[in-house]
């Protein structure tokens, strides 16, 4: 019998360290007086969304008329204190280019959007660690997808995380296996095209800024519900999210500064060293191994 940890409990340790150990979000003070810096990130220069919900689950999981979120997680949520809740977001979100490593530049504002997010949080705040993990979800297959809580679920749980699930790409809701497919009573209603007009994802970091606010500083509704304002914000994403995180955090972060730290998984690109941000890149062997990521950004 072999006693190597299975792949998806490395990544599951790999992923909790660099949420908890080198950033030190979480822990407690050190005999010598050293704590956690406190949290500089404020969003202050993000917009805020209006937010709704929960959204009402109208079947039972797995019911073909899909009245329950997409992707409800299977994990008994209930025995662990926790539960699980949807809530949609709208507004108006600003168009950004990224360019390498630089700041992005605003090309258009004030495109009309709306999507959704999913909360999976302690039912308690008593159990809340104070730390919020947003996850980008990762819309390769054309729809979305939560490697990250697949993978950390049994520590986030653990240890009193928040885990937020954003769908922040077009693909995730308007591609043929999308949400609005999937469901149209529940998410017709969607839309992150600006009403047919942008083809493309350069509304997605707006709106993964949102996103964020919502949970970080809610002008209404609180996706956290009774749960106190959280701490610290930290983003992540797999393989083409973290893509999207990684430029997210060069260009965006400068000027959002709504995250806290950002952990790239399976991916990413070329980063900045001039930000305060922490950011932390796990990458397996075989990442490493078949060229996933160029020279420069394996350096």
């Known amino acids: 019998m072999s006693v190597l940890p299975s792949h ?13 150990v080198p950033i030190g979000l979480t822990a407690p003070a050190a005999a010598g007086g050293h704590r956690p810096r406190p949290s500089t990130a404020t969003g202050a220069g993000v917009a805020d969304p209006a ?18 979120p997409f992707l409800a997680t299977d994990v008994d949520l209930a025995a662990a204190g926790y539960v699980e809740r949807e809530y949609l977001i709208s507004g108006t979100a600003t168009r950004y280019a990224t360019s390498g490593t630089g700041t992005a530049t605003v090309t258009s504002a004030g495109h009309p959007y709306s999507t959704r997010i999913v909360v999976r949080r302690p039912a308690s705040a008593k159990k809340f660690n104070g730390v919020v993990v947003a996850e980008w979800y990762n819309v390769s297959n054309q729809w979305d997808q939560e490697v990250d ?13 928040a885990w937020v699930g954003v769908s922040a790409q077009r693909a995730g809701l308007h591609s043929a296996t999308g949400l609005k497919a999937w469901s149209p009573a529940r998410y017709g ?35 956290l519900g009774t749960l106190p304002p959280p701490s610290y914000v930290i983003a992540t994403g797999h393989s083409q999210s973290a893509g999207r995180l990684a430029n997210y955090y060069n ?11 950002v952990v790239l998984h399976g991916g990413g690109g070329v980063l900045r060293t001039d930000l ?7 990458n397996s062997e075989g990442d490493v191994a078949t060229g996933i990521l160029p020279a420069a950004a394996r350096a």
């Open 8 to 20: 998806r409990r490395l990544v599951a340790f790999g992923l909790a360290g660099a949420l908890t």
């Open 189 to 223: 209603a969607l839309d992150l095209t600006a009403g047919g007009t942008i083809l493309d994802d350069t509304l997605s970091y707006d709106v993964f800024s949102q996103a964020v606010k919502a949970v970080r500083r809610p002008a209404g509704v609180d996706p």
């Open 251 to 261: 260009g965006i972060q400068p000027l959002s500064n709504v995250l806290d730290a």
């Open 51 to 68: 937010v709704s919900g929960p959204v009402a689950d109208t079947s039972a999981v797995g019911d073909p008329a899909h009245g329950y």
């Open 149 to 161: 809580w697949f993978q950390s679920h049994e520590h986030l749980i653990q240890e009193g995380y």
């Open 276 to 282: 305060s941000t922490p950011v932390f890149r796990i």
